[in-house]
């Protein structure tokens, strides 16, 4: 019933830009936290970049001062501005929310399906 799609991905040139969003439909309470996270061939997932509910931000250092999340509380939609992108970049980024479904008193993890995010000249 609840769902997290994204959205935004695509090739890109080093140094180039992109903007991802995540949107969360379906029977909400109240959403946590939402975050982005991303996975590379032969690696493991990590942590990208993550935005509480009081607004608050938390990034991976490999993206400081290029990666800004943001959020739409009314369209319970998260953002992900890209900014000097780098090879390294390149992986599928998946969206995450820890959130209150209607009739629950306690939050739940959910994850989009992914968007891949190409970085390549």
């Not at 032969?42 to 607004?55: C, P, W």
């Not at 992900?80 to 959130?99: E, F, H, I, R």
């Not at 629950?104 to 000249?121: A, E, H, I, N």
Request: with cysteine.
């Amino acid at each position: 019933q609840v769902q997290l799609v994204e959205s935004g991905g695509g090739l890109v040139q080093p140094g180039g830009s992109l903007r991802l969003s995540c949107a969360a439909s379906g029977s909400i309470f109240k959403i946590n936290a939402m975050g982005w996270y991303r996975q590379a061939p032969g690696k493991q997932r990590e942590l990208v970049a993550v935005i509480a509910g009081s607004g608050s931000t938390t990034y991976a250092d490999s993206v400081k001062g290029r990666f800004t999340i943001s959020r739409d509380n009314a369209k319970n939609t998260v953002y992900l501005q890209m900014n000097s992108l780098k090879p390294k970049d390149t992986a599928v980024y998946y969206c995450n929310a820890n959130l209150h479904p209607l009739g629950t008193y306690y939050g739940m993890d959910y994850w989009g399906k992914g968007t891949l995010v190409t970085v390549s000249s």
